[in-house]
C-alpha cells in the first residue's frame, strides 16, 4: 500500500470531478429535504443497479455504466438511503444520473459536459464487501484513533489505481475533526486493498 498522495494526473475528467466533489465536501445530487431523509430504507449499491440500468437503457441503448456513488450517509455494512448512477452513452456522446432511493428514481440529469468514460467492470463487489475490505485496511485504525466516520464511497474505473490503470475500484474516504482525510482504494474485483493515502 502506498501512503502518500497520487503521483500521477487522473486519467479520466469524471475521476477529477469526483475529487474535487469530495475535497469541496459536496456533490451536486447530494441530500434530500430532512423529513425524506429520515425516512429512507438504507441499501446495498448493487440494490439500486437495475433501476438505474433501465431507465439508462430507456434513454440510450448504448449507455453503459462509468461511476457509483452514496448520495447520503453510510451505514458500517455499506449501505446508504440514496446512491447515484452515472451512465455514459458513446452515440449521444452524453452522461446521465439517476439518483435511486426508496426503490425509485429521486433525480434524473444530463451532465452538462461531455467526455469519454470507460465503463465499470460487470461484476463489481457490492458496498458491503468494499467496505470489510477498508475496514481491515486502515479504515477501521483510523475510525478508532481519530473519531472518523466513512463518508463518500466512489465506484470508477481507472482512476485511483496506479498498479492497473484499467482496474475497476471502490475509494472510500474517511473524515475526521481537525485531520487529513484518509482514502482507501479497493479493487471491486477480487475486494484487496490496492492503496491508501492521507489528503
Given amino acids: 500500500m502506498d501512503d502518500r498522495a497520487p503521483r500521477s494526473p487522473f486519467p479520466t475528467l469524471l475521476a477529477a470531478m469526483g475529487l474535487a466533489a469530495l475535497c469541496a465536501g459536496s456533490v451536486a445530487v447530494r441530500g434530500p429535504a430532512p423529513a425524506a431523509a429520515a425516512s429512507a430504507v438504507p441499501f446495498a449499491a448493487r440494490a439500486g443497479l437495475e433501476l438505474s440500468s433501465a431507465a439508462a437503457q430507456a434513454w440510450s441503448g448504448d449507455a453503459v455504466l462509468v461511476y457509483v456513488e452514496n448520495d447520503e450517509g453510510l451505514d458500517g455494512a455499506g449501505a446508504s438511503g440514496r446512491w447515484s448512477y452515472l451512465f455514459y452513452s458513446p452515440s449521444r456522446d452524453r452522461a446521465r444520473v439517476w439518483s435511486v432511493r426508496g426503490s425509485r428514481i429521486a433525480v434524473a440529469e444530463d451532465l452538462d459536459m461531455r467526455f469519454d468514460a470507460p465503463a465499470v467492470a460487470s461484476g463489481w463487489l457490492d458496498s458491503g464487501a468494499a467496505i470489510a475490505a477498508a475496514e481491515r485496511g486502515a479504515g ?60
Avoid: C, I, N
Avoid at 481519530?146 to 496506479?162: I, K, P, Y
Avoid at 474516504?173 to 482507501?184: K, Q, T
Fill in 140 to 199: 477501521d485504525e483510523f475510525r478508532k484513533l481519530h473519531g472518523a466516520r466513512l463518508e463518500t464511497m466512489l465506484l470508477m474505473r481507472g482512476a485511483f489505481s496506479e498498479g492497473d490503470p484499467d482496474a475497476t475500484t471502490w475509494t472510500l474516504v474517511y473524515r475526521a475533526p481537525g485531520e487529513p482525510s484518509l482514502f482507501v482504494v479497493v479493487s471491486a474485483t477480487d475486494g484487496k486493498v490496492q492503496r491508501t493515502w492521507r489528503g
